[in-house]
């Protein structure tokens, strides 16, 4: 079993409109056969609405799609030969997990002998031998999950599409899951396309991932990229910069930008966007290092709520100026302490 | 003082355990009301058509039920207009079900139309069949303006009847069917179009099976309804030839013939033909899957 390869799927332009709401606004993607891209963005984003449209589920209102150089956006679902897994599964209640893989084999007049080979195939890839001849109702989430993969993937489509297949599973269990999806993209050589709202999910999971926010794409490159140099402040939320400290811009040249805190701290920065005056500094929990003695790059806070999470504390801390601060630690801190946290200038992004 | 209190508490506890509290007295009025106005009143009938008028065998107006040919025939008259009038409204709204399941505008404007017929009662409906279909209706003068040699008689018989049967028990079968039909997880079919399942492969291996038990209740409900037929029977049929059904059948021999025994007779072989026919569609439906189907139903 293995994925059919293409070269190259291209979206171009691509927007969905409902009514006067435009859920996706022109959507310009290129997706290469093997490659695993996560679309990430929280609920409304766009991202689902761009899963379907690929489906064919959804018509676009505009733009088109192209499978190596052939049109494939006015084509229905049933033709496009895309596996999709579905966020509640969608499997057959009335059909055997053996049933549900095949149904798409017998769909497309497979010879017995061969449908059997192969749902045999699938049925051991997602290791549910014991549980092949059982009906949905009857399984865990986790092993519905599996029959909801082993049915897309038996097809050996193209492109598997694959719709937050892991929010409806335990914290556990999706960790498991999880690898299990990466491993058989590897070894089934597939091309995913993969949607959640989950960043952790998508740095895991994908090649490159595709920041979506209000039906736009907001940046589009590895997780390593992504992670590390978001290019707007509202991808550097979502990539877990949670401290958003409202500065002044004092000065901007070349890369650094030196900005002014409320309480009149002086930071310096990477100046990811050209800045006007208001500006904010966006710092990641975990880069703050608690400190003795004042110096450059330091904020002085006082701690209000300290949570134990074993090696580490999670700290909400409120700045001179009352604005809060989210600090991860493995410095001992107890309630009404007076910190002083030093941040590195490379671990400061200013976005206008 | 305190070992009562205790075994009290427990007593009540013990009971709710087993479903047993206050709740239940909600009961009550609902089992007066299904004892004092069902089930006595099917009991009495029950023993009174087992009481023949004339005396004699227990079983004498069974007997003279069958052994009358006027009488007997009424099974194969009833069974002729209820079966194919339930299964006409079935068959027919699955189409129409299926088409107006998404959200669509004039949707309600639509049910309504689709759903009026409820409110007009069988005497309403049976009056506009006799202006519609009659002799001088509207429907025969098209058709002799279009060189008809002569007026389709298409009241005061068969047909007159199974046509009210269908407009009156058609919204019935409607409503029943696009419930069950909204309570199918529309995800299923989308699953099955991504893995290759055209249009008439998707109806025939998700919806249609998912759809089956529901359809056989809708079939059962629909069948007792025009099972029962009364009023038209009489109106836009023949009563006393090819429409002389069950109901009517029993009517005349317990109020005009005054023979209450032999008129309960009737009613309860009237009972028993539906049981079976029912009998032998949920027994059909057990073959059926009936879990889950996944929707908001």
Known sequence: MAGQRFAELHLDHVQRAFG???????????????????????SGCGKSTALNCLAGLLPLTGGRITLDGKRIDDLPPEKRGFGMVFQNYALFPHMSVRRNIGFGLSMRKTPKAELNRRVDEAVRLVQLEEH?????????GGQQQRVAIARAVVLEPPLVLMDEPLSNLDAALRLEMRTEIRRLHQSLGLTTVYVTHDQEEALALADRLVVLRLGEVQQVGSPEAVYAHPVNRYVAGFMGYRNMIPVNVTSQGG??????????TELVGVKREELTEKAVAAVRPEDFAVVTEAGQNTLEATVEIVEYHGREQAVEARLRDGSPLHVRTTSRLAPGDVIRLRVPTERVLVFA | ???????????????????????????????????????????????LSFQPKGGGSPLRNYVTFFSDDYLAETVWITLRLGLPAALFNVLASIPIAFRMRGRFRGKRALTTLLVIPITLGTVLTAEGLLAFFGPTGWFNRVLLALGAD???????????VLFSLIITGFPFAFLLTLSYLSGIDPTLEQAAATLGASRRQRFRTITMPLLAPGLAVTFCLSFVLAFSVFPSAVMVGNPAGETHVMSIAAYETALRDNDFAMGSAIAMLMALVMLIVIGVVLIWRTTLYRGATGGKG
């Open chain 2, 150 to 160: 002569e007026p389709a008689k298409l009241t005061h018989n068969y047909w007159g």
């Open chain 1, 20 to 42: 006067d709401t435009v859920a996706l606004k022109g959507m310009d993607l290129t997706i290469k056969g093997g490659e695993f891209v996560a679309l990430l963005g929280p």
């Open chain 2, 1 to 47: 003082m305190t070992a009562i209190v205790v075994e009290r508490a427990s007593l009540k506890h013990r009971l709710a355990e087993k479903g047993v509290d206050r709740v239940l007295w909600l009961l009550v009025p609902g089992a007066v009301f299904v004892v004092l106005l069902f089930v006595y009143p099917f009991l009495y009938g029950l023993q």
């Open chain 1, 132 to 140: 092949q001849h059982r009906f949905p109702a009857q399984l865990s």
């Open chain 1, 255 to 264: 890369e650094r930008a030196t900005v002014r805190t409320a309480d009149g």
